[in-house]
């Protein structure tokens, strides 16, 4: 029988990973997916939804009060390679198929890939990335994805790299009064991230994925 995960550790919820969970909900996924992206159950995903939807219907009726931005995925998108890193793109409001081929893999992905030998992309399943328009666009593209597999555990690094950014945005002296703001200060960390830490994320995988193997799929230190 496989090592069950060690429930301590299962307590809390960071800040990163309510980003995680909430970005998930948006991009469509269901709260048993999305459980078994985060390794939490799914009734963990339906509690911090609820507060989501709870806190922006409170937002709405006060109208005022400062804002906050609490996580780095609700206001943007980026990517990552071995040896570099992509603009930070603004997308307002959910995300459809449309708007991923039009404002996302036309303006910005595919110039990536192009700068990069051999470029394999990688992306989850979420509703907008596996639509018909979108693979069409692909197939036309002739671009090369890495397979992923329904229910995956979300192993990607750009996950890590989002963290740093996470850290960094904590130790603003201040909040950010609204949202060009908070965009500008995410761009302004990602831009000053060293490479070298990015390539140690790449330089681990064979490890991360060892650990994932050894636990079965599992909670891992990563």
């Given at each position: 029988m496989p090592p069950q995960p060690n429930k301590e550790k299962f307590q809390r919820l960071t800040n990163f990973e309510r980003g995680r969970i909430i970005n998930l909900q948006e991009g469509g996924f269901s709260y048993r997916a999305?459980?078994?992206?985060?390794?939490?159950?799914?009734?963990?995903?339906?509690?911090?939804?609820?507060?989501?939807?709870d806190e922006h219907r409170t937002t709405r009726k006060t109208g005022s009060g400062r804002r906050k931005w609490p996580n780095t995925r609700s206001y943007g998108l980026g990517a990552v390679s071995y040896?570099?890193?992509?603009?930070?793109?603004?997308?307002?409001?959910?995300?459809?198929?449309?708007?991923?081929?039009?404002?996302?893999?036309?303006?910005?992905?595919?110039?990536?890939?192009?700068?990069?030998?051999?470029?394999?992309?990688?992306?989850d399943n979420a509703r907008p990335h596996v639509a018909k328009t979108v693979r069409d666009f692909f197939s036309v593209q002739h671009m090369q994805l890495l397979p992923w597999a329904a229910y995956s555990p979300d192993m990607s690094l750009i996950e890590h790299v989002w963290d740093l950014v996470d850290r960094c945005l904590a130790r603003e002296p201040r909040p950010a009064a609204s949202k060009d703001e908070h965009l500008l200060r995410i761009q302004a960390i990602l831009n000053s991230l060293p490479q070298t830490d990015i390539q140690n994320l790449f330089n681990s995988l064979p490890r991360r994925i060892a650990a994932f193997i050894a636990a079965y799929g599992g909670y891992t230190k990563y």
């Open positions: 999305i459980g078994a992206c985060v390794q939490r159950n799914s009734s963990t995903v339906m509690r911090v939804w609820k507060q989501r939807t040896h570099g890193r992509s603009n930070l793109l603004r997308i307002e409001g959910n995300l459809n198929s449309n708007t991923y081929v039009h404002e996302v893999l036309q303006p910005e992905v595919i110039p990536f890939l192009q700068g990069i030998l051999g470029a394999i992309f990688q992306q």
